[in-house]
């Protein structure tokens, strides 16, 4: 008996693109691409069609745990059907990459290239120096035999979401990300300049600041690496209007607080081209099925409290596109 390997897919077979040129027009025209993560059908749908009808190009980005959770056999299906659904918008498509966030090993990375991928993150932040320039190297030589575009970190980002865990950061060190980028030959490279991970990324007391973004660490990284696109992690804002929806109709959730969006527009007028939005989306959707829940308790259809959540989602996401990262109306 013998067994057929899975046929690797292309990206391009899927009509998804890689981030290269997004990030050109991104740099050219001083704002950020979107990158959102999603997990179920609902949210899917809800960052495309927020994206087509604000006319922003955007990057779907799936963690290992999303991947695990949705199957990656179905998600293949899933992406192909989502980009044959905006194809049917009357606005008509625009560009979409596919994109594994916080990859942790090169098989991870080398399954979602063969599955169709058009870009991949390797963070290996955590390792000492040179490991995370020989595992990135690795990721990199591999992908772009594909063309499918690579992101690289340094620095570490304190917070917890999905299997991404570390108590405390360490900011990037401007002095080695020239050496970083041209040893790995990477395509774009995250750094830590005061983003966390999760819903509470900053530990402040009642009135105080959120603590500015260390944007000297930015200016001094642009500098050393003048026109490469930059990539900022944990960028959600922590809407208080959906905290306080949580917490109204029986959530707890205390001391929850993100970035503030004036402080992301300020990084996307910068060489950051790409920023990461993912809890936002979970307490949007946490929100108004709370909410449903509470007002009408004997509800069960999942119809009737997902699909306002997704509406909400919408809503949100076509904001963020507008105010915040400026890539409304680049398409």
């Known amino acids: 008996m013998t067994t057929t390997a899975t046929k690797a897919v292309s990206y391009r077979e899927l009509g998804f693109v890689n981030t290269r040129e997004m990030f050109k027009a991104a740099m050219k025209d001083g704002y950020a691409v979107p990158a959102y993560n999603f997990n179920n059908m609902e949210q899917l749908q809800a960052i495309l069609t927020a994206c087509v009808r604000s006319r922003s190009p955007v990057i779907l980005q799936l963690s290992k745990?999303?991947?695990?959770?949705a199957n990656a056999t179905l998600l293949r299906w899933m992406a192909m059907g989502a980009m044959e659904?905006?194809?049917?918008m009357k606005e008509g498509p625009v560009p979409v990459a596919l994109h594994l966030d916080h990859g942790d090993s090169f098989e991870l990375c080398k399954s979602c290239i063969e599955n169709g991928f058009s870009s991949v993150m390797i963070d290996a932040s955590h390792?000492?120096?040179?490991?995370?320039?020989?595992?990135?190297?690795?990721v990199v030589d591999y992908a772009h035999r594909y063309d499918v575009t690579v992101e690289g970190e340094l620095g570490v980002l304190a917070g917890i979401e999905d299997e991404v865990?570390?108590?405390?950061?360490?900011?990037?060190?401007?002095a080695q990300v020239e050496d970083f980028v041209k040893r790995t030959g990477?395509?774009?490279?995250?750094?830590?300049?005061g983003t966390s991970h999760g819903a509470y990324k900053f530990k402040v007391k009642p009135g105080e600041s959120v603590p500015p973004l260390r944007f000297d660490i930015l200016a001094e990284c642009e500098?050393?690496?003048?026109?490469?696109?930059?990539?900022l992690h944990g960028a959600s804002s922590v809407?208080?209007?959906?905290?306080d929806m949580i917490n109204k109709y029986g959530g707890r959730m205390e001391n929850a607080v993100g970035v503030p969006a004036e402080q992301l527009r300020k990084a996307a007028k910068s060489a950051?081209?790409?920023?990461?939005?993912?809890?936002?989306?979970?307490?949007?959707?946490?929100?108004?099925?709370?909410?449903?829940?509470?007002?009408?308790?004997?509800?069960?259809?999942?119809?009737?409290?997902?699909?306002?959540?997704?509406?909400?989602?919408?809503k949100m996401y076509m904001d963020k596109n507008q105010t915040v990262l400026g890539s409304a109306g680049r398409v």
């Not at 390792?127 to 690795?138: A, D, R």
């Not at 990477?186 to 300049?193: E, K, N």
């Not at 809407?239 to 905290?243: K, P, R």
């Open 65 to 69: 745990g999303a991947r695990d959770y």
């Open 85 to 88: 659904m905006i194809k049917q």
């Open 127 to 138: 390792l000492p120096y040179e490991e995370n320039i020989k595992l990135t190297k690795q």
């Open 165 to 174: 865990s570390h108590e405390h950061s360490n900011y990037t060190d401007p």
């Open 186 to 193: 990477v395509d774009s490279l995250a750094i830590s300049i």
């Open 223 to 231: 500098r050393r690496i003048p026109g490469f696109p930059i990539v």
């Open 239 to 243: 809407l208080t209007g959906y905290i």
């Open 272 to 314: 950051v081209c790409k920023i990461n939005i993912d809890s936002d989306g979970r307490l949007v959707m946490t929100a108004v099925i709370r909410k449903v829940f509470a007002e009408k308790p004997a509800e069960f259809d999942p119809r009737k409290y997902l699909g306002p959540a997704r509406e909400e989602l919408i």
